[in-house]
């Protein structure tokens, strides 16, 4: 079984930066895919990077340039930046491997 604790959340001015943190508990392999999902109001869940499984990192086009996903084995990072209005979300850690494990999701809001 596989817990995942997200931390590093919060509210944070147009422009500026925020780093997640993701501490997986249980069996961790490095093979798993590890990432990060965003959701905002109204809106569907949506990957937002992940790494592992012996691939390059991913990002969706929307965050390529100022979002890099980081690892170390059972910790996943995610460093923001440059962030925008529409980066507002709750953001879940993800892993998978036979089946997908999920956080509690933590706050990011990003306004003036």
């Known amino acids: 079984q596989v817990q995942l604790v997200e931390s590093g959340g919060g509210l944070v001015q147009p422009g500026g930066s925020l780093r997640l943190s993701c501490i997986a508990s249980?069996?961790?392999?490095?093979?798993?895919?590890m990432g990060w999902y965003r959701q905002a109001p109204g809106k569907q869940r949506e990957l937002v990077a992940s790494?592992?499984?012996?691939?390059s990192p991913k990002y969706a086009d929307s965050v390529k340039g100022r979002f890099t996903i980081s690892r170390l084995t059972r910790t996943v990072y995610l460093q923001m930046s440059s962030l925008k209005p529409e980066d507002t979300a709750v953001y879940y850690c993800?892993?998978?491997?036979?089946?997908?494990?999920w956080g509690q999701g933590t706050q990011v809001t990003v306004s003036s």
């Open positions: 790494i592992g499984g012996g691939g």
């Open positions: 249980g069996t961790v392999f490095s093979a798993d895919v």
């Open positions: 993800n892993l998978v491997r036979n089946r997908s494990y």
